[in-house]
């Protein structure tokens, strides 16, 4: 699933790619996969040109040369982004296509259609009235502190909550709590000031990583907890060793918290 950074890749890839060319056409597949009309989208969005981007959390905002008209991409489950010529065929799962005065189109990839296109005229608004909180990459200290403090469930689910800070899943969650020597089910109302000072870098230092290695997650360094999930090679070269605490080497414990499949250290992470 496209995470917070996953979709700041495609952002990336979308401003060095997509910026100052007029859309000519919007070609959709499946309607359903619009969050506005069709015909609206169209009117909007033919002779525009994109000018920017701004990401929040999980969402993706792409402003044009109009300031009210601003598409936000929602990437779902699955979602991804294709920059191709048009002589080229159009790329697999590519249901929505912005097709450009320069001869080459933007493939918006939907392959289980969880994902969505439509158009907001504020973002500021739309954050607003979807409950959607700052960033990730962006929150403060005293921000995070004060909305995490209001909590008195566990931290974990906190956390997952994107009124809180926008932008982190599951297993960023589990890896920001490992760094930061925090319980996954201490309560959020009892984080100390150094707690929450660990927790604030940790959510950096979990997203800067992230995004440097492009989300690949068997070029994260061997310090990190994501190799217990075995979604990808090992780095280390003892088969097992994913398995244990890079610190500390005791085994890693799995449970459920918040609904939600949890890896955390029992000797380092303690409630």
């Not at 495609?10 to 000519?24: A, D, G, I, K, P």
């Not at 502190?145 to 969650?173: E, M, T, Y």
């Not at 996954?184 to 290695?213: C, F, G, K, N």
């Not at 097992?240 to 955390?264: D, L, M, N, Q, W």
């Amino acid at each position: 699933m496209p995470e917070l950074p996953e979709v700041e890749i495609r952002r990336q890839y979308l401003e060095t790619s997509s910026l100052y060319q007029s859309v000519s056409h919007i070609e959709v597949e499946d309607k359903k996969l619009l969050t506005t009309d069709l015909a609206t989208l169209q009117q909007a969005l033919t002779g525009r040109q994109f000018t920017g981007t701004r990401r929040v959390g999980k969402n993706l905002f792409v402003f044009t040369d109009a300031p009210d008209v601003i598409v936000h991409m929602h990437f779902g489950m699955t979602g991804d982004l294709e920059y191709y010529h048009a002589t080229l065929d159009r790329p697999r799962f590519a249901r929505i296509v912005f097709e450009f005065t320069s001869g080459f189109n933007l493939g918006f990839l939907c392959p289980r259609k969880f994902e969505r296109v439509g158009l907001v005229t504020d973002v500021d608004a739309f954050l607003l009235r979807k409950k959607i909180g700052d960033d990730g990459l962006d929150i403060s200290l005293e921000t995070l502190s004060d909305r995490v403090r209001r909590k008195k469930a566990f931290i974990k689910p906190v956390l997952l909550d994107q009124s809180v800070v926008a932008g982190l899943g599951n297993w960023i969650v589990d890896e920001v709590l490992f760094q930061a020597l925090i319980h996954p089910e201490q309560r959020a109302d009892t984080l100390t000031d150094d707690q929450m000072a660990s927790l604030h870098i940790a959510i950096r230092l979990v997203l800067e990583t992230a995004i440097r290695y492009e989300a690949t997650y068997r070029d994260f360094p061997i310090g990190f907890l994501i190799h217990v999930r075995e979604w990808d090679d090992s780095p280390y070269d003892d088969v097992e060793a994913h398995k244990y605490c890079p610190r500390c080497k005791t085994r890693i414990e799995r449970s459920v918290v918040g609904g939600r499949t949890t890896f955390f250290c029992p000797k380092e992470q303690c409630v």
